[in-house]
């Protein structure tokens, strides 16, 4: 009971750090449900139909430019990862956010753990439902 009031207490006296919080996780919320759509899309309709992960669009590039992008990337994908990891306990959409900063990490076996979740009927149908309304062909897993 004396750990709720330090925190209800703490809460008082520190308002802006939670609204901002709320803020900040509401905005990634919105933003993922923008950004769904447009990188389900660019996804190539036989991306999963390969033994191995297919070559990048930026392979060809200078070795520091493949790097620096490598790195970003990376980046970028931790980042979503350690907010998602927050928003399992402030508003917003944790485990939307984890997932999309899993899909830009680069990690050996996630090729194999990306075909085996999108062969799962619940999750090939709504990303080909969302593919069919842009007018894309639906995603080949054979």
């Known amino acids: ?5 330090a925190i209800f207490e703490w809460m008082r006296e520190h ?14 919320f919105f933003v993922s449900l923008l950004a769904m759509p447009a990188v ?8 999963f139909t390969f033994n191995r992960r297919p070559r990048a669009r930026w392979s060809d590039q200078h070795l520091i430019v493949r790097a620096l992008l490598l790195c970003a990337k990376n980046v ?6 350690l907010a998602g990891i927050a928003m399992l306990v402030l508003p917003g959409q944790g485990l939307l956010t984890m997932f ?4 830009l990490i680069d990690c050996p076996g996630k090729y194999r753990l990306e075909k085996w979740l999108v062969r799962r009927r619940y999750i090939l149908q709504p ?16």
């Open 1 to 5: 009971m004396e750990l709720m009031e």
């Open 15 to 28: 308002q802006a750090i939670p609204w901002s919080l709320a803020a900040a996780s509401a905005a990634v």
């Open 40 to 47: 389900v899309n660019r996804i190539r309709a036989d991306y």
């Open 76 to 81: 970028l994908g931790w980042a979503f990862m």
């Open 100 to 103: 999309m900063g899993f899909l």
């Open 127 to 142: 990303i080909n439902w969302l593919r069919r309304r842009a007018g894309r062909e639906p995603l080949r897993t054979d």
